[in-house]
């Protein structure tokens, strides 16, 4: 009992850093108007889907490292989450890399013997409970197909030992891809670490990497193990985007159906309708998240997702990505569309 309440009393005064200063450049037109992390997935921006993740497994610190667009990010923060949870936003200027972004919560963390760093464009689903338990550092790892895209561990099959960690590896010797997910249980050591790093500028890729300094700490003996993840969805690309809207998208239907009525339409589930949209003439689904005030007429639409306050007419739309306030007209196929636009296929 008293090993059960420890892990608790852990989760609430443990702090999470979720690093979000990146510009979101593969998920380009969006996020030249908007951070990467409030692309909304599911009817949900990405980051918000983090942070209720976390709040529900009972953290209550939090620390928003900012960069671009970071005055969106932390308003978006304070205005959904201020009764909930503790923020501390803290600018990375300049931006020079996932290290170097833990390294500018230093203070925030200089009281802190353990640490979690959840980052801010990966929606992940774990047993939070057993990352805490853990006496040891702990990174998140899920097995991939192409694994030359992200960090790699390679661990101990049994022991799950961390051997080795890159950073987008030319030639991959595992495919536990690093879904950025850790627990650092020694801070005093790791910040030590990145300080080495920092002060010898030890760069992968033109940037100070978080790999680097756990490879050093490996290096140094320090025992780090990969856990598996349950799910994780890479949102950093369109398709990736579209994947983690479907998978998300069933689980929320699963738990909990909503019915809409319009106006000869038929809806197809799983789909988001949120809230004062006008419909009419239209099929959706499976797979469509749609935002706020937005009006679709005489649409078609699946597998996609519709910015709120945009208006679509005459359109067919597969696999797409549609900005806020967009208008779009006539026959298409499959967009990737940023926000304020206006499209107009129609025949003068």
């Known amino acids: 009992m008293q ?5 608790l009393n852990n989760i609430d005064s443990m702090k999470v850093i979720i690093p979000v200063a990146g510009a979101g450049t593969r998920l380009r037109p969006h996020t030249h108007t908007q951070p ?9 921006p990405i980051l918000g889907h983090i942070i209720d993740y976390l709040i529900e497994n009972g953290i209550k610190d939090f620390v928003f490292i900012l960069g671009y667009l970071g005055d969106k990010i932390e308003d978006f923060v304070i205005d959904n989450y201020k009764e909930k949870i503790n923020i501390t936003c803290i600018q990375q200027e300049p931006r020079e890399g996932s290290a170097h972004a833990i390294w500018v919560a230093k203070e925030t963390l200089k009281d802190e013997n353990e640490f979690l760093i959840f980052f801010g464009d990966s929606i992940v689903n774990l047993d939070l409970k057993k990352i805490l338990e853990a006496e040891n550092t702990i990174v998140g790892v899920k097995k991939v197909n192409n694994p030359v895209r992200f960090g790699i561990a390679e661990a101990n099959q049994e022991t799950l030992q961390v051997l080795k960690v890159i950073e987008k590896p030319k030639i991959p010797k595992s495919n536990l891809a690093l879904v950025g997910v850790y627990k650092i249980k020694d801070s005093n050591l790791f910040f030590d670490t990145l300080s080495e790093l920092l002060e010898k500028n030890i760069k992968t890729n033109n940037e100070y990497q978080l790999t680097d300094v756990l490879m050093m700490l490996i290096e140094k003996g320090h025992f780090i193990q990969a856990m598996h993840v349950d799910n994780w969805f890479d949102c950093g ?21 909503i019915k809409h009525e319009f ?11 949120g809230q004062n949209c006008k419909i009419e003439q ?3 689904g499976p797979n469509v998240a749609i935002g706020d005030h937005t009006t679709l007429k005489n649409t ?5 997702i519709i910015g709120a306050y945009s208006a679509l007419e005459d359109v067919i739309l597969n ?3 549609i900005g806020n306030d967009t208008s779009l ?8 569309v940023g926000d304020d636009t206006e499209l107009n296929f129609t025949k003068s």
């Open 282 to 284: 239209t099929i959706i």
């Open 329 to 336: 007209k006539g026959l298409v196929q499959s967009l990737n």
């Open 319 to 321: 696999s797409s990505i």
């Open 3 to 7: 090993r059960v309440l420890d892990i």
């Open 300 to 304: 078609i639409v699946n597998n996609s």
């Open 237 to 257: 690309r369109k398709e990736t985007l579209l994947e983690a809207n479907a998978i998300l998208l069933n689980n929320i239907a699963n738990k909990n159906q």
């Open 263 to 273: 106006k000869h339409t038929i809806i197809i589930p799983p789909v988001s309708i």
């Open 36 to 44: 990467k992390v409030l692309v909304p997935v599911a009817g949900k």
